[in-house]
């Protein structure tokens, strides 16, 4: 499985922001997909995650509320949509996937993409 986030960028307080994941390789289809984000000098946290099939999703308590994550297995992408904004979501966003298990934390990721910086600044 490869992944490849994009979307990312400068983005005003109170906007919205929706970041992709794009994958490829044949067990990407049936691979459950999770979102993570790492603030300088903070350590990478689980953001949500949806299932292989896109019928369940989680999202983190921090941040829920404010997020909606979604997939469509046609166009092989997973969408993680920030609402309003905050510089508290000033990070590297990364898609991570596992076709073992679903995820909740980073250790269960076995594919990882290599980010996209997403920046809250007027």
């Known amino acids: 499985v490869q992944l490849m986030e994009s979307g990312g960028g400068t983005i005003q307080p109170g906007a919205s922001v929706r970041l992709s994941c794009a994958g490829s390789?044949?067990?990407?289809?049936?691979?459950?997909v999770g979102w993570f984000r790492q603030a300088p000098g903070k350590e990478r946290e689980f953001v949500g995650t949806?299932?292989?099939?896109?019928?369940?999703?989680k999202v983190a308590d921090t941040v829920k509320g404010r997020i909606t994550i979604s997939r469509d297995n046609a166009a092989r992408t997973v969408y993680l949509q920030i609402h309003s904004v905050e510089p508290e979501d000033t990070a590297d966003y990364y898609c991570?996937?596992?076709?073992?298990?679903?995820?909740?934390?980073?250790?269960?990721?076995?594919?990882w993409g290599r980010g996209t910086q997403v920046r809250v600044s007027s």
């Open positions: 390789g044949r067990a990407f289809a049936v691979s459950h």
């Open positions: 949806v299932n292989w099939s896109g019928t369940s999703t």
């Open positions: 991570g996937a596992s076709d073992r298990s679903s995820i909740t934390n980073a250790d269960q990721v076995l594919y």
